[in-house]
């Protein structure tokens, strides 16, 4: 059998947080790495598809927070690369709410609406803070309001899986600000990944061809112990490292794909636990030619339903390709789940429905429709990491705490960033340094412990022997092997 290879680092997954922390790894020096990557790729929930003659992303596709007081990493990336992206504005969705006739909600309407339910979700908020754990709401706490017709539920929809409940402002708009842009490039958002990977891989014609990517490796068991690591794939490889990085999602955790032997401490699993996976699927479809509304504020539109998240979200990509004629639905959690479950050609009935509720009979039909599986793709399971509202920082710390030698990253261990792309990243440069830092340590603690021994035995060695006697004779007692490391007696290198 062939001996398992050896490295400093394995990394597990090559999306963006797994791809920056090995580039913080490499140029600090630690190039002795490997990635273990489990599909055929980089760029993880970033991707992009051919889609309609235009190139799509199925996964990220803003660059959110820009504008602000400080500077997006992933935004000052996308300059550098020079990605092409679109300004996006979704505020203005709340002013163009059809309803099942095809009538468009009075802009004052809509705006009320959307005034209430900011103020009902703030009220729950502070209900939610006044009663962690959901007592009695009568002692100065008023009920919010629940929303109960079509239109309020398109609100609270957009209100809360679209805009993701954030009734408070969030770390990325406050401290990036408050501007979106749409990637719309050919080469798609992941190209940010590569140009990434190239700093420290060896890549030729656009393609990495360093050998230690490794694709189509499928991790499922982590051995750990004092010394190490020994990591096993589903094809039946094994490789062995002093440290382990995890970058793969909180789904996919959750999911016990891989396997941890000691198994995972119990404030570890209990904080993955804790963190809901939230699932969001943009679906995409084509058409010979367009028949919705363009111009300024028409970008985004929302259909009003009585089933909450019912095809609520649409926008066009006429800003993003020109000419596409491609439109794009997001559904969320109950409702992408149920859509991933049925074949496609249902999925595109039910949206071609609800064009002809919004638009008339005589619109012609999708030509084309792609819809992601996020929740039921195993590598992901789900879109992204959602804490709730009320959970204090223990959680997110212990999800991101190393258990051993087994240090993990990802979007979710983003204290301030969970759930985006500039989350991922940045988790993945604070993983690299952690464990630089832990390197360091050891490898202090390692001299230290060396000197010491040194300092015990040259005493006895000197009262018998030359150095270099000290040195042959060496070889034939039984001493620890650190001994040899220790300069003071003349040896560089472990001789043993
Ligand atoms: C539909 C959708 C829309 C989004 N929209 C936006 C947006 O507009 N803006 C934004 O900022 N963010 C958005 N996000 C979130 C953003 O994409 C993620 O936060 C970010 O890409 C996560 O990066 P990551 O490195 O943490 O994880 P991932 O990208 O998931 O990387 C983990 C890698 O691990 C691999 N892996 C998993 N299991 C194994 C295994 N057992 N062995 C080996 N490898 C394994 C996976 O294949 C993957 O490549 C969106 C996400 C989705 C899905």
């Given at each position: 059998m062939e001996s398992p290879s050896r490295c400093s680092v394995i990394i597990i997954g090559a999306g963006v947080s797994g791809i920056s922390t090995a580039k913080v790894l490499a140029e600090n020096g630690v190039e002795d790495i490997t990635i273990l990557e489990a599909s055929d790729r980089i760029g993880g929930r970033i991707r992009k598809e051919g889609f309609g003659g235009f190139s799509v992303e199925l996964g990220a596709g803003w660059i959110a927070g820009?504008?602000?007081?400080?500077?997006?990493p992933v935004w000052e990336l996308a300059d550098k690369s020079g990605l092409r992206t679109c300004f996006s504005d979704?505020?203005?969705?709340?002013?163009n709410i059809y309803d099942k006739s095809g009538k468009i909600f009075p802009s004052g309407i809509a705006a009320d609406s959307y005034k209430k339910a900011v103020e009902s979700a703030i009220q729950k908020l502070r209900n939610d803070e006044a009663n962690p754990c959901g007592g009695d709401l009568s002692k100065g706490t008023e009920p919010p309001s629940m929303p109960k017709t079509p239109m309020e539920l398109a609100i609270d929809f957009v209100l809360h899986d679209f805009e993701m409940a954030e009734v408070e402002p969030i770390s990325t708009y406050l401290d990036f600000g408050e501007r979106e842009f749409l990637v719309a490039d050919e080469r798609g958002y992941e190209f940010l990944l590569y140009k990434m990977a190239a700093d420290f891989l060896f890549t030729s014609e656009g393609k990495?061809?360093?050998?230690?990517l490794k694709l189509n490796k499928v991790v499922r068991e982590l051995q750990h112990s004092r010394n190490g690591v020994t990591v096993k794939t589903e094809d039946g490889s094994v490789y062995e490292a002093s440290y382990v990085i995890s970058s793969v999602s909180i789904g996919v955790l959750k999911s016990q794909l891989i396997s941890f032997n000691p198994p995972l401490p119990k404030w570890k699993t209990d904080a993955i636990e804790k963190c809901d996976v939230m699932v969001y699927t943009k679906i995409f479809l084509k058409f010979p030619y367009k028949f919705w509304p363009c111009g300024p504020g028409k970008e985004f539109f929302l259909y009003a339903h009585e089933r909450r998240g019912y095809y609520t979200f649409w926008q066009h990509m006429e800003n993003a390709y020109?000419?596409?004629?491609i439109l794009v639905v997001t559904l969320t959690n109950g409702e992408s789940k149920r859509v991933e479950g049925q074949p496609d050609g249902d999925t595109l009935k039910e949206a071609m429905g609800v064009l002809r509720d919004m638009f008339g009979p005589n619109i012609p039909d999708a030509t084309d429709i792609l819809v992601p599986r996020w929740w039921n793709n195993r590598f992901q399971c789900g879109s992204y990491s959602n804490y709730p509202i009320i959970s204090n920082d223990d959680v997110v710390q212990n999800i991101k705490a190393p258990v051993g030698r087994i240090f993990f990253t990802g979007?979710?261990?983003?204290?301030?960033?969970?759930?985006y792309v500039h989350g991922g990243y940045l988790a993945g440069i604070d993983t690299g340094k952690a464990l630089l830092e832990e390197m360091e340590k050891e490898k202090k603690e390692m001299e230290r412990k060396s000197d010491n021994q040194t300092f015990l035995l040259e005493p006895l060695l000197a009262l018998t022997l030359t150095q270099t006697e000290a040195v042959s004779n060496l070889h034939k007692c039984e001493i620890p092997t650190q001994l040899y490391l220790s300069s003071k007696i003349g040896i560089q290198e472990a001789i043993l």
């Open positions: 820009v504008g602000g007081k400080e500077s997006n979704y505020s203005n969705a709340r002013y990495i061809l360093d050998s230690r020109p000419g596409s004629n979007e979710h261990t983003s204290v301030r960033f969970n759930g």
